[in-house]
């Protein structure tokens, strides 16, 4: 691929996984890599355990904003990567164009109740789950991925994650 690889990270709400995802893509890709982030049912807030947890990994959030996947609609992009988790019933957004397309299938950690300490762990488990997966994107040599092989080498990533 020619260029930083463009990347959008949808989930349904876009206020956990999808900002981490894109934050944690854009500080260690340094430049390789372009992320955006997006849901199919915006909540119109960022999660502010979402924001602390990148806080804690000195991870540069800048000014995330919970936004309609219907805003990027213009924009071109790499490869598509759903963070949903289908396991736990949640529908996930359909981005129609053609571009490369995975589901890296990451529980919600906005669904966790109970003391700070347990949604805490819940963001940190979320933040391990996404960094190990980008950090073997980021591994691959990007400029010899063409769209059929990049969607193999996001799938692979996905499946063979150890979270």
């Known amino acids: 691929m020619k260029g930083p690889l463009r990347l959008l990270f ?3 709400g ?3 996984r999808s900002i981490i995802a894109e934050a944690l ?3 260690l890709g340094e430049g390789r890599v ?4 997006a849901g199919s049912h915006p909540t119109g807030q960022v999660n502010p355990n979402a924001l602390a947890v990148l806080a804690r990994h000195g991870i540069a959030v800048g000014q995330p904003v919970s936004k ?3 805003n990027l609609a213009d924009e071109r992009f790499d490869a598509v990567i759903t963070v949903c988790d289908a396991a ?3 529908a996930c957004p359909v981005w129609l164009a053609e571009v490369s397309k995975a589901h890296w299938g990451i529980p919600d950690p906005a669904g966790v109740d109970g003391e700070q300490a347990e949604v805490e762990a819940a963001f940190e ?3 391990e789950r996404l960094r190990e997966r980008i950090d073997a994107l980021l591994a691959l040599d990007l400029e010899a991925l063409n769209p059929l092989s990049l969607t193999v080498q996001l799938r692979k ?3 063979t994650a150890t979270h």
């Open 34 to 37: 372009i992320a955006q982030s």
């Open 10 to 12: 949808l989930c349904t």
């Open 14 to 16: 876009n206020s956990c």
């Open 68 to 70: 309609s996947m219907d």
């Open 125 to 127: 488990a979320t933040h």
């Open 88 to 90: 736990a019933g949640e």
């Open 157 to 159: 990533i996905h499946e």
């Open 25 to 27: 893509t854009n500080q």
